[in-house]
């Protein structure tokens, strides 16, 4: 079943999400069970959100390509949420 991943990124600002999807961009459409990444300014920081086909999937990337590339003091707040209903174009 697809999962969505729900992260509030305190201290985040839009240069530097902007600056991981420019690094990572590319690598998460072609990540196995991505299905979709959008992001947006909350107060005080950054929230984004990713929907996958697994957690897994979804934990895999995180360990082995986001985290290496955060900043120390940018301390992503992860909620997984299992999806009961997910309807693509």
Do not use: C
């Amino acid at each position: 079943m697809a999962i969505a991943i729900y992260a509030d990124v305190p201290g985040q600002t839009s240069e530097g999400y902007e600056q991981t999807i420019r690094v990572l961009g590319d690598f998460l459409r072609g990540a196995p069970g991505f299905i979709m990444h959008y992001g947006h300014p909350i107060e005080g920081g950054w929230r984004v959100i990713e929907v996958w086909e697994s957690s897994k999937d979804a934990s895999e990337w995180f360990a082995k390509h986001v985290r290496p590339n955060l900043p120390a003091d940018i301390k992503p707040q992860r909620h997984v949420q299992e999806l009961h209903t997910l309807i693509l174009r």
